[in-house]
């Protein structure tokens, strides 16, 4: 029998997890409409705005789809959704290193982030962020967006990265350092951590 798509959008994780395992149709849109925000924020927070931005949207949530069955823990929904979109982002990062597609843009070449910074000094620091955090290996370019631009904490990092806390940790400091050195090069992100503001 067929579940109400109103009845779906006010249910919790679980009952939604259970419709999409019992193939009901509204279940899907449910699904898409409750977390595309989440896990679009997640990806641009790992890539920057990103012209495949829209593809990699749509093959979090297909391998979502495809893999809720999998879902051992359904009120951990969102979460496993973050470790897809993690996933999914890192797979881009990769590829784009091993097809040399990846290319360094000067910051006044990034696009604006919508609604990331409300004044030009904001703006040039996040698209220099963007400039560095291209410089960084998928390995800790993710675990330091995610704690440091989307401000995850350590054991939410950790559970989205798929590794230990400590794993993590030893991440994030190799990220940090690489990124504080890069960052010294870049005068909009000079200019903001002279003022002693982190990342």
């Given at each position: 029998m067929s579940q109400p798509a109103s009845l779906l959008a006010r249910s919790d994780d679980r009952a939604l997890v259970r419709a999409l395992r019992e193939g009901h149709p509204a279940a899907k849109v449910e699904l898409f409409d409750r977390y595309v925000g989440h896990v679009e924020r997640i990806l641009v927070r790992v890539l920057g705005q990103d012209a495949e931005l829209a593809?990699?949207?749509?093959?979090?949530?297909?391998?979502?789809?495809?893999a809720i069955d999998t879902?051992?823990?359904p009120e951990a929904l969102k979460a496993w959704l973050t470790g897809i979109a993690v996933f999914t982002a890192r797979e881009c990062i990769r590829r784009r290193i091993r097809?040399?597609?990846?290319?360094?843009?000067?910051?006044?070449?990034?696009?604006d982030v919508e609604g990331a910074a409300a004044d030009d000094e904001g703006r040039e620091a996040l698209r220099a962020t963007y400039v560095v955090l291209n410089r960084l290996g998928a390995d800790?370019?993710?675990?330091?967006?995610?704690?440091?631009?989307?401000?995850?904490?350590?054991?939410?990092?950790?559970?989205?990265?798929?590794?230990?806390?400590?794993t993590v940790?030893?991440?994030?400091?190799?990220?940090?350092?690489?990124?504080?050195?890069?960052?010294?090069?870049?005068?909009?992100?000079?200019?903001?951590?002279?003022?002693?503001?982190r990342w």
């Open positions: 593809d990699l949207l749509h093959d979090v949530f297909v391998r979502s789809l495809s879902l051992e823990a097809s040399r597609w990846l290319r360094f843009s000067a910051p006044e070449e990034l696009p800790d370019r993710i675990p330091f967006a995610l704690r440091y631009v989307e401000g995850l904490e350590l054991r939410d990092v950790a559970a989205a990265c798929g590794v230990s806390l400590n940790k030893r991440r994030l400091a190799r990220a940090e350092r690489r990124f504080s050195a890069l960052a010294a090069r870049e005068p909009a992100l000079r200019t903001w951590n002279g003022r002693g503001t």
